[in-house]
Each structure stands twice: as C-alpha cells, then as structure tokens.
C-alpha cells in the first residue's frame, strides 16, 4: 500500500448519522501525463505567438473539455488535412500521424507543429526499424484508434492489427522466423500480456521491442486503479469515452475488485443512484485529464457525504518532455 494523506473537505449537508463512515480514495498519478501536457501546451502557445486561429489535425487529446476550451481560444479541429487551408498553421495531435500526413501537408504549404507524444514517434521509429529488417509487425491496438493508424502507417506492408487475444489465431505471416510485436501505448497491461503470451505460443521466434511499447502513464494509472479498486465499492474515472486509457481506467477497476466503475466527462454525470449503499468510493482521471475536472467530481460527491479524501500513491512520477521543436521557430 502506498503512503496515504488525508485531505477534510467542507461539512456534508447530508445526515451525519448517513454519512460518518464516507470516503474517497483518490489515485495518484492521476490525470496529464507529459505528452498530453506537451501537446496542449503545444497548441496554447501557437495561439498566443500566431495569434487565431490555429488548425488542429483530429482532437488534440481525447478529452471533451480540453477541446472545447481550446475551441473557445481559437483553435479549429478539423479530421483531414485537406480542410486546412493552404498555407496555414496546423499542429498534429499527441496520437501521431502516418507520413502521408506529413506529404499532404507539404504539398499545401501549411506550416506545422508535430505535438506527436515522444512515446508514440518511438513505436513508429521501431516499425520502421523491423520493417527495414524485412519482419511481420504485429501490432497489438484498437482498429481505428488514430494512434494504430499512425503507426501502420510507417509501414503498412509489413503490418498487421491484433486486437486482443481473440485475434491470435486469425494472424498470417510470411516467415514465422521473422516476426516482432509492437503495442498501442494505451493499452491495457494485463491483456497486452495476454496477447503477446498467445503470439508466441503460435511464433516462439517472436522478437519484443527493445522497450515496452505501453507508456508509463498508462501503466502507472493502472496501477494506482487497481491498488484502489481493492478497497472500493465503486470507482469512478474522470475522462471521454474516446480515450482508451480512461475506458481501460474503467476495465481494470472492475477486474480487480470494484463492484461497479464508470466513465464520466464532468461533475454532473455522476447518477446519485451510483453511491446507494456504497461508504468508499475510488476517484482517478485518464492521461488527457485537467486536474480542475477531477476536482469538480471530489466536490460533488462532497455534496453526498463523501467529504473525507485519502489520496492513494502507487508510484512516483517525474516525466517531463520538451515543447515541439517547430515552436521555437514561430
């Protein structure tokens, strides 16, 4: 068990004979990981040294409230780069893009920032490095997730998708000599266990990347969720339903003990109905999360006699990248 400090909010309305026994188990790390916060940055200082509006190439990061408010400030989400006019200024979001991306662009003379996570440009440095070495890349993620589109996209000959365990046996490949795994860096840990244990059962020659795909924010997360899904009744995860790291937040609470989880953008989509019969109730956010998001979900459960807050930490955390290199030049 992590060390534990206690936080008192203000004095429930609710019945204190209702309510004595309420807590909240508040995970740390929680919320921004570094390339979310590089990326939002990334798109905030284009905006105050251009000026608006400033396009964006798909969200940003997965989360409804980070591109409303980056709406509010001028930022135009567009989904292809063909919706941006000529000779703009476009950033790439934190997920990564194919370099087809990265032609269209040039071929429009649109000025750009690549906000692509570092963590996410290095699984597309190791596909291209297997690639070069003539392997099968399979690689473990989500069909459609803009960060799988992105990295086949480095190679997309030698590419093929695996989504889970189930997609094992479905795998072909030329040389089962020459085959190497590459992952999703949202994914679940537990299952891309999974999956990697099955893919070698079926090719033993399977080569690892030389360091976990997963990124740390993910693991870290998880980690912290299932310290706190042992102890809580329910768990509630403060993020979109587009951000795989938030929906895997969700899955893991419920695989290591929570009776129920749930996935809420703000406040005010917590159902009372939820907190009936529960005394402790788990609390974290995804990566792309704002902190302030997080705070609004501890007040309104204040509101129901869940005043008292143990913040929970599994694991410390220090990551920290430097703002894309093409800001510099604006």
Known sequence: MGDMTSMTRGVSSAPQTDTRNRRVLLAKPRGYCAGVDRAVQAVEQALD???APVYVRKQIVHNVHVVRTLEERGAIFV???DEVPE???????AHGVAPVVHEEAERLSLRTIDATCPLVTKVHKEAVRFAADDYDILLIGHEGHEEVIGTTGEAPEHIHLVDGPGDVDKVEVRDPEKVAWLSQTTLSVDETIATVDALRNRFP???DPPSDDICYATQNRQTAVKEIAEQAQLVIVVGSTNSSNSVRLVEVAKDHGADAAYLVDYAEHIDETWLEGVDTVGVTSGASVPEELVRGVLDRLAEHGFDH???????KES???ALPHELRRL
């Open 49 to 51: 040294k251009h000026g």
């Open 79 to 81: 989904d292809e780069t």
């Open 87 to 93: 000779g703009s200024l476009v950033v790439f979001s």
């Open 205 to 207: 020659k399977l080569l």
């Open 309 to 315: 807050v143990d913040e929970v930490e599994s694991v």
């Open 319 to 321: 990551m920290h990248f």
